[in-house]
């Protein structure tokens, strides 16, 4: 299973970005999906997951309101979009395949990941 992201980017506060996640390898659809971001000197922090129908989403409060995450399993990609974004938001985004179907925000809880994108907020 590979996962490659793309659309990071510099933007400024207030503005938008949308992250695609593309998966390669079989059981796309079987599997809860998510995204998790690092900022500089952080520990790297659950942003939202996704069901394997995206019929059940969960956000961090951080980002709550703000990021939508959506997914098409016939394209087997999964989505961020981070709307009114922040200074805060500037991280290394990382989307990441659970290991099971239940919803989840630990980092253990996710298999395999891929290899980030970075998202820069200027003020």
């Known amino acids: 299973v590979q996962l490659q992201a793309s659309g990071g980017g510099l933007v400024q506060a207030g503005g938008s970005l949308r992250l695609s996640c593309a998966v390669s390898?079989?059981?796309?659809?079987?599997?809860?999906m998510g995204w998790f971001r690092q900022a500089a000197g952080k520990e790297r922090e659950f942003c939202a997951a996704i069901s394997w129908s995206g019929g059940s989403t969960h956000y961090a409060d951080s980002v709550k309101g703000r990021f939508t995450i959506s997914r098409d399993n016939t394209k087997n990609t999964v989505y961020l979009q981070m709307d009114s974004l922040k200074p805060e938001d500037t991280a290394v985004y990382y989307c990441a395949r659970a290991s099971s179907l239940r919803i989840a925000v630990e980092r253990d809880k996710y298999a395999y990941w891929g290899q980030g994108t970075q998202v820069t907020v200027s003020s």
């Open positions: 390898g079989r059981t796309f659809g079987a599997y809860v």
